[in-house]
């Protein structure tokens, strides 16, 4: 059974700084897609990666992937307190399109 | 910009009693999705639906659910007898023909609450 496990949990940092959140699952994959959920929001797509070495930018976030490590980074650069969410990655295992989702990392950016 | 839309927007039901959540996907999308997430916890996906029939389904996704699309533009998930632990909120989410860049668009959800 596919896992998708984040880490951290939870990250408070200060503006300005940078800092990267990981993605690691326990299958084959050929899809892994990167969301935002502010609280009591809903789910807003940020990033879909689909090959080893892909990366992908917006603004101040960039998120890899490393399909033979099986791990996804998305990284954070002068953080600003706007980008204070959770952030969820998420992966299909090869041939479906059931989405198994990390366990989310609670961004809190501090001014 | 295009939307999946979710009514209600919240749910309050007695165990037992039945619920439907209603979805009304992107009109050219031809993949569906419900998903749950109880609170302040990961998203849980419970089924997929294409062609008029269930692609893939998680085990949460038991006897008690089932969803159909009755007419051209609605998505249902039935819950049949609501347990405590259905208290959730529950997304609705669709994407375009299956292809390696397709992107679920999520709706803003149904908070389910079992009293």
């Known amino acids: 059974e596919l896992k998708v496990e984040q880490n951290p949990l939870f990250l408070s940092m200060q503006e300005g700084k940078n800092y990267t959140i990981y993605c690691n699952y326990s299958t084959t994959s050929d899809r892994l897609y990167w969301y935002r959920q502010d609280p009591g929001k809903s789910l807003e797509s940020l990033f879909v990666l689909l090959s080893n070495g892909a990366v992908k930018q917006e603004g101040r976030l960039m998120a890899s992937l490393d399909t033979k490590a099986r791990l996804s980074t998305l990284h954070i650069t002068a953080a600003v307190h706007d980008l204070s969410a959770t952030y969820f990655c998420a992966v299909a295992p090869s041939g479906t399109y059931k989405y198994i989702f990390g366990t989310g990392t609670r961004l809190k950016v501090l001014a | 910009e295009p939307e999946v839309t979710q009514t209600p927007s919240h749910q309050v039901t007695q165990m037992g009693q039945e619920v439907i959540l209603r979805c009304v996907p992107i009109s050219n999308h031809l993949y569906f999705y419900w998903y749950r997430q109880i609170l302040g916890q990961k998203v849980e996906f419970l089924v997929s639906f294409y062609n008029n029939e269930i692609s893939e389904k998680s085990e949460i996704f038991d006897d008690q659910f089932s969803v159909e699309r009755p007419d051209g533009s609605n998505f249902t998930l039935k819950i049949r007898s609501t347990k405590l632990e259905d208290s959730a909120m529950y997304f609705c989410?669709?994407?375009?023909?299956?292809?390696?860049?397709?992107?679920?668009?999520f709706g803003s959800g149904t908070r389910l609450t079992v009293v």
């Open positions: 989410a669709s994407s375009e023909a299956p292809g390696q860049g397709a992107t679920g668009t």
